[in-house]
């Protein structure tokens, strides 16, 4: 049997996924969360052995929440299941321990098919995914957006900006100080030639990181 742990701040998403699950034979939804702090709590005390994970949540996301049950247990596997699928986010994102990859749009077979996967201990990427991973490699100027030279921790940054958060409480869920979160941010300024939070939201927007739709729904 798989357990699976769903994590998302939505609880519709939560219960579409649920529906598509409960009966697929072998898998066991084996718990919900709806943060990333409640997502690695609950795999430090409970048995898990795939995370469902949403990228853009309140509080500790999931990209961190990602590299920290990565560091924790090798046994747990995750897959990101989220709206955003443009470079350089994939990559980041396996980059930080993840076994998966999946657009919110997936076919719900390839939800299955990837928690599976996962779980015998392949990789599973959406094609369309992997392709453009595949290409960015190949034909870096045709794919490459500005984003791509920001590190892990940066990038994790500029997401949480891109929520609304200010320093202190990035620097609190990080376990950061907040000097030490400013010198990302204006490192990160730096190499995307910008000057602030507001213009690092409209360049996420304008290069299909984000939509302001997704922006606004997410407050």
Not at 59 to 68: C, D, N, P, V
Not at 104 to 115: E, F, L, R, S, T
Not at 169 to 190: A, D, G, W
Request: aromatic fraction near 4%.
């Amino acid at each position: 049997m798989i357990n699976v742990l769903l994590v998302d701040d939505h609880e519709l998403v939560r219960a579409g996924i649920r529906r598509i699950l409960e009966d697929i034979k072998g898998i066991k939804i084996s718990g919900e969360a709806n943060c990333g702090e409640d997502a690695v709590k609950w795999c430090r005390s409970h048995p898990v052995d795939v995370v469902l994970m949403d990228m853009n949540m309140p509080g500790m996301g999931g990209l961190e929440a990602t590299r920290k049950i990565a560091r924790y247990s090798n046994d747990i596997k995750v897959i990101m299941l989220t709206i955003h699928t443009e470079n350089p986010l994939p990559a980041k994102v396996m980059q930080a321990g993840a076994s998966g990859y999946l657009s919110k749009g997936a076919a719900p077979q390839d939800v299955v098919n990837a928690i599976r996967s996962v779980n015998a201990g392949q990789r599973y990427i959406a094609s369309d995914i992997a392709q453009q991973m595949a290409l960015s490699q190949i034909e870096p100027e045709k794919t490459d957006t500005p984003f791509a030279s920001l590190s892990e921790r940066e990038l994790q940054i500029m997401l949480m900006i891109t929520k609304g958060q200010k320093v202190n409480e990035i620097s609190e869920q990080l376990n950061l100080s907040p000097k030490t979160v400013n010198s990302y941010r204006y490192r990160m300024f730096s190499k995307l030639n910008i000057s602030g939070d507001v213009e690092l939201t409209h360049l996420a927007i304008r290069h299909g990181l984000f939509s302001a739709e997704t922006l606004i729904s997410s407050e």
